[in-house]
Nanobody, 124 residues
Framework: QVQLVESGGGLVQAGGSPRLSCTAS????????MGWFRQAPGKEREFVAA????????KYTDSVEGRFTISRDNSKNTLALQMSSLKPEDTAVYYC?????????????????WGQGTQVTVSP
């Protein structure tokens, strides 16, 4: 079991650059890819970004490419999402997730563990 706890959300003005963090505990010695997903009101949870176990491979959804940066520090069991140039359409609950798949994948069903989420609200 891996427990994930997100932090860093809140109310941000458009154009802002908040940083989300996720701390993992439990079965952290196992190798796992990690990702960020988000869910806006009335919408399905969608992929945002993912990073491989060693940090050498990253993937982003098109709408955040160039604005968000995912990173991880395995020595501290932490995952981060540096967000910039935020837009009102980035408003959502952001979830941290861990995946034990071999390849770095982006579907919700490929992720085994989830955090409780942190709200990010972008004001115009």
């Amino acid at each position: 079991q891996v427990q994930l706890v997100e932090s860093g959300g809140g109310l941000v003005q458009a154009g802002g650059s908040p940083r989300l963090s996720c701390t993992a505990s439990g079965r952290t010695r196992s190798r796992y890819h990690m990702g960020w997903f988000r869910q806006a009101p009335g919408k399905e949870r969608e992929f945002v970004a993912a990073i491989s176990w060693g940090g050498g491979i990253t993937k982003y959804t098109d709408s955040v490419e160039g604005r968000f940066t995912i990173s991880r520090d395995n020595s501290k069991n932490t995952l981060a999402l540096q967000m910039s140039s935020l837009k009102p359409e980035d408003t959502a609950v952001y979830y941290c997730a861990a995946s034990y798949t071999t390849a770095l994948l982006t579907a919700r069903s490929d992720y085994n563990y989830w955090g409780q989420g942190t709200q990010v609200t972008v004001s115009p």
